[in-house]
């Protein structure tokens, strides 16, 4: 068997998919062994997540006063588990991945590669890592648009990419108006603005265009 032309391609077979567990799955587990899970509440003290929920609170005041209060931590860490919990259970990453992987310039479009630690918290947990691309990959969309740009985009995905197969997310909203995102809407604005929001090169609120210049380009 071992002589045979199919004996040594089993065997190299069997060989690179050891080699690809040890690599994959066993070194990280040695290099992040001793760093603890951050929970919900260590993600939340984010200097740049706590300014985009203090923007939602200024953008929307009146809904934002009537489910979340005032934009503290508290409330901020709520709003993340919340705006998970609706990603995961709406199938969002059924659509869309969150893992930037080594090939094809990913990481010219979607920012660096993927690294085992920023999967090290509670919010990725289980990780959505995701196989199809249907939509862009998430891992750096947070600050890259405005609250404004994502409620209109979760309101009615078409209004801004034409062609979309993404569906309305109209429940996130009282009285079907993007203007008036609900609980569950400023929830999963908050989750979208947070991925990504631990790199350095995460972007300047002030830097962002203008909603109607972001609708000309929706997938920059």
């Not at 001793?34 to 929970?39: D, G």
């Amino acid at each position: 068997m071992f002589e045979s032309k199919s004996g040594i391609l089993l065997i190299a077979g069997l060989g690179f998919f050891l080699f690809s567990v040890l690599s994959n799955a066993l070194v990280p587990v040695l290099l992040y062994k001793n760093l603890p899970e951050k929970t919900v509440e260590e993600l939340a003290d984010n200097q740049n997540l706590i300014y985009q929920f203090e923007d939602l609170s200024q953008r929307y005041p009146e809904q934002f006063e009537k489910y979340y209060g005032e934009p503290d931590q508290k409330n901020l860490a709520a709003a993340l588990r919340l705006g998970r919990d609706l990603y995961v259970g709406e199938g969002c990453w059924h659509c869309h991945s969150q893992n930037v992987r080594p090939v094809s310039n990913e990481s010219t479009r979607w920012g660096k590669v993927a690294s085992s630690d920023e999967y090290q918290n509670e919010l990725n947990r289980p990780v959505m890592w995701g196989t199809r691309r249907v939509g862009p990959d998430l891992s750096r969309e947070g600050g890259r648009r405005g609250n404004d740009w994502q409620a209109v985009h979760l309101f009615n995905p078409q209004s801004l990419s034409p062609g979309s197969p993404m569906p309305k997310y109209e429940w996130f909203f009282d009285d079907k108006n993007p203007s008036m995102p609900n609980k569950r809407g400023i929830a999963v604005i908050t989750y979208i603005q947070w991925l990504g929001s631990w790199l350095e090169e995460y972007p300047y609120y002030e830097d962002y265009k203008p909603l109607e210049d972001q609708m000309l380009n929706p997938l920059e």
